[in-house]
């Protein structure tokens, strides 16, 4: 493997753990991240689901193997240009700079869809209306679980389904990973405050992970969780400063009224915007949602039509960290093979 040369884009879980195992069998790594460091969405989270992991222990882990690996990094590079040649790639770090390489490795991840984009439920207007990913920087910053006044939760509903699913704004996929979210913060929730009445609205509960219908029981039985089946059509303010929410309960036929102190919108994932770019000067293909669109979901999934170019992760279609990893495993493999074949 001497001389051959790999460029993986983007430093999220993926592309972490897919570049220290590409420098284990022997491959020189260049990881390029956007941001200021590596860690990509777990630099967000807390706890993980299934089992709550903190995120940070995983985060370390892979850094660790990074460090012990020759994996060159370079932070603050957004990558934006993928030139197909003859023979590899050249990849536009900047205005001046290129890197050539012999296989091209893409880890961009996704994007939180912005709940301001689902006016009626007042995201951006009402400070009590938040995301799941705002509930994790309360929980990772270790700030006490209050309203934007500074009062004490009673009530806290969670709605399913935001920015997924979803027709009008153009988001037809499921996200996968927000039932799941939903019932863990709902525990969280009950573990901080024992007091407050819980309520999570959802069209349908996907608990398709190991642990996870466990845990959507554990979350009715043990913390006693109100699951309720249906959509909130819209949240407005109430006299008291309260949230006041309207749905309908599908499962028994009736109209829902609830005021409660903080709703949480659990926020799907939404193709990084950068893929547009990046297809369209490498001749990679995006499905119509903008995540990329691997050869088939089967023995390519990480796999694109152009030689040499390959996915790993969120970048293809929502996924959980295990998941996540284990592709970026299946990748390197992958791009190890071609290497060999093409040396
Ligand atoms: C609210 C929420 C909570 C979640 N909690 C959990 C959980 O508890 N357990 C679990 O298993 N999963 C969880 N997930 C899913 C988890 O976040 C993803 O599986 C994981 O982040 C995917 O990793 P990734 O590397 O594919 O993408 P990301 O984490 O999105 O990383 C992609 C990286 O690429 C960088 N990048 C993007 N474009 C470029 C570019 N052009 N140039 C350079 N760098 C670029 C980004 O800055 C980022 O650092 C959660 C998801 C959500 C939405
Ligand atoms: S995982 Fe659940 S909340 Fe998320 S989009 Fe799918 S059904 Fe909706």
């Known amino acids: 493997m001497k001389g051959k040369h790999v460029t993986i884009i983007g430093g999220g879980p993926a592309g972490m753990q ?3 195992q590409l420098s284990e069998l022997g491959i020189e790594v260049l990881l390029i991240e ?10 967000q989270w807390d706890r993980l689901f299934p089992d709550q992991t903190p995120s940070m222990t995983l985060l370390k882990e892979l850094q660790n193997a990074i460090e012990k690996s020759k994996v060159t990094i370079r932070l603050n590079t957004e990558v934006q240009k993928i030139s197909n040649l003859t023979h590899g790639f050249d990849i536009l770090l900047n205005a001046e700079e290129t890197q050539h390489s012999d296989a091209v490795l893409l880890t961009t991840g996704f994007e939180l869809f912005d709940a301001r984009l689902k006016e009626e439920y007042g995201y951006g207007t009402y400070p009590n209306v938040i995301t799941s990913s705002d509930l994790e920087k309360l929980f990772r910053e270790g700030q006490p679980l209050t309203t934007a006044e500074g009062r004490t939760p009673s009530k806290i509903a969670f709605l399913h389904c935001v920015g997924s699913r979803d027709e009008k704004v153009g988001q037809f996929h499921c ?10 913060q709902a525990i969280e929730v009950k573990q901080a405050l024992p007091e407050c009445e819980v309520y999570n609205f959802y069209m349908d509960m996907r608990m398709f992970g190991a642990g996870y219908e466990e845990l959507y029981r554990e979350a009715q039985e043990k913390w006693g969780i109100t699951f309720i089946r249906g959509r909130i059509s ?26 409660v102190d903080l709703l949480v919108l659990l926020v799907g994932m939404t193709a990084s915007p950068c893929n547009k770019a990046l297809a369209a000067t490498s001749g990679a293909e995006l499905r119509s949602n903008g995540f990329f669109n691997p050869v088939d979901p089967f023995n390519h999934s990480v796999e694109s039509a152009i030689p040499g170019l390959y ?16 592709e970026a495993g299946s990748a390197a493999l992958k791009i190890h093979k071609f290497l060999l074949q093409n040396d």
Request: glycine content about 10%; hydrophobic content about 35%.
């Open 311 to 326: 996915f790993a992760g969120t970048c293809t279609a929502p996924r959980n960290i295990g998941e996540t990893l284990m």
């Open 34 to 43: 956007k941001d200021n460091k590596l860690g990509g969405k777990l630099n």
């Open 234 to 259: 819209e949240a407005a303010l109430n006299q008291e400063n309260r949230i006041q929410i309207k749905a309908e309960d599908t499962l028994a036929g009736r109209p829902v009224r609830l005021s």
């Open 18 to 20: 897919a570049a220290s």
């Open 175 to 184: 996200s996968r990973v927000c039932c799941i979210t939903g019932v863990k």
